[in-house]
C-alpha cells in the first residue's frame, strides 16, 4: 500500500491498552469535525463525527473529544487491537459565507498497536 | 451499496503522456470531491463539485488538471500533459448533504498514478 507520509508522529501501543490521538485545529469557526482511519493501500474511511455544539461523543470503542476553547480535538480508541493500526485523520469542516464548505484534513498520526 | 468505486486503481506512464482517472459516486450523493495524496503534502482538496456542478477548483495545481462531472453517476480527473510530480494516488469521496452538517465524505480506494 501506499505511504502516507515518512515523518508522520506515531503512537505505539501494546494490544489492550487505551489509544489516545491528539488533533489541533486551526480555524474557530470550523462547526463540524470528523475523525478517519486510513489502512495501508485503501482510502480513507470514516470513524466519527462531532458538532461543534458538542463536547463529547461516543461510538463503539471510540470516544471523540473537543475542546473549542483551545482548538483541540482528540480520538480515544478503548482497548486498541492490531487491526486498528493505521493513519489517523482528523479533519475540520467550515460553512463559508458562499454557501460552501471546505474540509480541511490534518496531516494525520500513525498508530502502531504491538501485539 | 459498491461504495466509491475508482479505476484504475494503478497508473504507470510515461512523462507528457494524457492520464485520465475515472470515479463513480454513491448513489444519491450531491457532492464529488477528488483529492490527491503524498508523501510530503499529505491529503489536498483538488476540486469538488455539487450536483455535477463544479463549485471549486482553487486546489487544482495546474491548467494540467481538468475534472469533469457528466452526470450524477461519473467524474473523470484528466492529467494533460502528466509530469514525474504528478504521481500521487488519488482519490474521490462522495458525500451527501444531510440535515445541518452532517456531510460525512466517504472515499474511494484510491488510483496509484506513477509518471515515470
Known amino acids: 500500500g501506499e505511504s502516507v507520509g515518512l515523518h508522520l508522529p506515531t503512537l505505539s501501543v501494546q494490544e489492550g491498552d487505551n489509544s489516545i490521538i491528539n488533533c489541533a485545529y486551526s480555524?474557530?469557526?470550523?462547526?463540524?469535525f470528523i475523525w478517519y482511519k486510513q489502512e495501508s493501500g485503501k482510502g480513507p474511511q470514516f470513524i466519527i463525527d462531532i458538532r461543534s455544539n458538542m463536547d463529547k461523543r461516543q461510538g463503539q470503542r471510540v470516544t471523540v473529544l473537543l475542546n473549542k476553547t483551545v482548538k483541540h480535538l482528540s480520538l480515544q480508541i478503548a482497548a486498541t487491537q492490531p487491526g486498528d493500526s493505521a493513519v489517523y485523520f482528523c479533519a475540520e469542516n467550515i460553512s463559508l459565507d458562499t454557501g460552501r464548505r471546505a474540509l480541511t484534513f490534518g496531516s494525520g498520526t500513525r498508530l502502531q498497536v504491538q501485539p | 451499496d459498491a461504495g466509491v468505486i475508482q479505476s484504475p486503481r494503478h497508473e504507470v506512464t510515461e512523462m507528457g503522456q494524457e492520464v485520465t482517472l475515472r470515479c463513480k459516486p454513491i448513489s444519491g450523493h450531491d457532492y464529488l470531491f477528488w483529492y490527491r495524496q503524498t508523501m510530503m503534502r499529505g491529503l489536498e482538496l483538488l476540486i469538488y463539485?455539487?450536483?455535477?456542478?463544479?463549485?471549486?477548483d482553487s486546489g487544482m495545481p495546474e491548467d494540467r488538471f481538468s475534472a469533469k462531472m457528466p452526470n450524477a453517476s461519473f467524474s473523470t480527473l484528466k492529467i494533460q500533459p502528466s509530469e514525474p510530480r504528478d504521481s500521487a494516488v488519488y482519490f474521490c469521496a462522495s458525500s451527501r448533504e444531510g440535515e445541518g452538517l452532517t456531510d460525512t465524505q466517504y472515499f474511494g480506494p484510491g488510483t496509484r498514478l506513477t509518471v515515470l
Open positions: 463539485f455539487n450536483n455535477n456542478v463544479p463549485i471549486d
Open positions: 480555524n474557530s469557526a470550523s462547526d463540524y
